[in-house]
């Protein structure tokens, strides 16, 4: 059983962690998008994902959406961290 | 579609899965969508109302806008895998043949052909309101021989389709002159 002071420091431990694990997350999530941004460009680009008229606006969507939540996360982690 | 043809063969049309099916399978991705800003505005009127704990000291808004980003990151990463393994599903019906190609996976991609004279039997079924309603249900043709089943899941406009697949099938008998399910 952890006594208050050691609560304190367990608290102020993984507050200091923080910073690190959201970095971590952020380089997760990256690596994740740019994994499935290969392969949906390489389908995209073999197969035509989409209807007729859809066709170039479905990877613009995609790349648009995908790299704006990017930015969002990585604006909002810099504003955290710094 | 990166699918070859042969000499002298035509497409008649190409059959893909109704709308509605991607929107059973993306619908639960709306809801997840929307439980951030739920929450986070549940949480700030409830705060409002009961002024229970100091809101900017205890929840960083930097914090919620990372998580918040990164929870719909994942969605429209999911969105864009239903979409795609959507769109790569379908039937190419040909003058001469079925071709049925089923994406299972990104990586898993499975094309099987039926020549029209093979077929058996076409069966179409409609199963409940919202098919009935929005015309679409399964497409079943069976084959002669041990062969397995082509099912088309959720096809739009089915009887349509079933009739366009058997006036190919008696186009292709007569062509090759051979005699048809009915005459059996």
């Known amino acids: 059983m952890e006594n208050p002071l050691q609560f304190l420091e367990s608290i102020e431990l993984s507050t200091t962690n923080l910073p690190f694990l959201l970095w971590g997350i952020f380089g997760v999530l990256t690596f994740f998008a740019a994994v499935n941004s290969v392969i949906f ?38 504003t955290y961290t710094l | 579609m990166a699918y070859k043809l042969g000499a002298d063969e035509q497409i008649i049309k190409v059959i ?6 991607l929107l059973r399978k993306v619908i639960g991705l709306f809801f997840a969508f929307i439980i951030p800003f739920v929450a986070y505005f549940a949480i700030l009127k409830i705060n409002d109302l009961y002024n229970i704990i100091n809101f900017d000291l205890v929840i960083n808004k930097s914090l919620a806008v990372f998580f918040g980003a990164s929870w719909i990151l ?8 239903h979409w795609t393994d959507h769109h790569l599903d379908a039937w190419i019906l040909t003058n001469e043949r079925i071709v049925d190609i089923d994406q299972i996976g990104f990586f898993h991609r499975q094309v099987s052909s039926l020549r029209l004279e093979r077929i058996q039997d076409v069966t179409i079924i409609t199963r409940g309101f919202i098919a009935t309603f929005l015309h679409f249900g399964d497409i079943h043709v069976q084959t002669a021989g041990q062969s397995r089943e082509f099912i088309l899941k959720g096809a739009p406009r089915p009887q349509r389709t079933k009739e366009l697949i058997l006036r190919q099938y008696e186009l292709a008998i007569e062509k090759n002159g051979l005699s048809s399910i009915d005459s059996v």
Not at chain 1, 65 to 76: D, K, P, R
């Open chain 2, 16 to 21: 893909k899965k109704h709308w509605f099916i």
């Open chain 2, 74 to 81: 994942i969605l429209t990463l999911m969105f864009f895998y």
């Open chain 1, 41 to 78: 460009f390489y389908h995209w680009r073999r197969y035509h994902v989409g209807s007729i008229l859809l066709t170039g606006q479905t990877l613009l969507m995609y790349v648009a959406s995908v790299g704006v939540l990017l930015f969002i996360i990585f604006t909002a982690l810099l």
